[in-house]
């Protein structure tokens, strides 16, 4: 297992940018998929997006789509994800986690402890 440690979490406004990173500990990050997952208050948590072990292959979440992107830096141990035009409906607790290329949270067996992002109207 790797540990994960979120980053980049914030108040911001509506239409502003935000950028979240997440730190592995653990010579084998590059050997996982990683995902970022998000649960705002009184939801599920749900899939955001996912990033290969390469970076060459990303999936995302139709609501994000074209506005989010992940991405990876395998020789910092780090993946990201950036976050545009952010709005009201964006604001939740997002969590990255290492495992399976996929969109499922039973094919991810770590995860961080989550950052805040609240996006103010």
């Known amino acids: 297992q790797v540990q994960l440690v979120e980053s980049g979490g914030g108040l911001v406004q509506v239409g502003t940018s935000l950028r979240l990173s997440c730190a592995a500990s653990?010579?084998?990050?590059?050997?996982?998929?990683m995902g970022w997952f998000r649960q705002a208050p009184g939801k599920e948590r749900e899939f955001v997006a996912t990033?290969?072990?390469?970076?060459?292959?990303?999936v995302y979440a139709d609501s994000v789509k074209g506005r989010f992107t992940i991405s990876r830096d395998n020789g910092k141990n780090t993946v990201y994800l950036q976050m545009n035009s952010l709005k009201p409906e964006h604001t939740a607790v997002y969590y990255c986690?290492?495992?399976?290329?996929?969109?499922?949270?039973?094919?991810?067996?770590?995860w961080g402890q989550g950052t805040q992002v609240t996006v103010s109207s």
């Open positions: 986690a290492a495992g399976a290329f996929s969109r499922r949270r039973s094919d991810f067996g770590s």
């Open positions: 653990g010579r084998t990050f590059s050997s996982y998929a």
């Open positions: 990033i290969s072990w390469s970076g060459r292959d990303t």
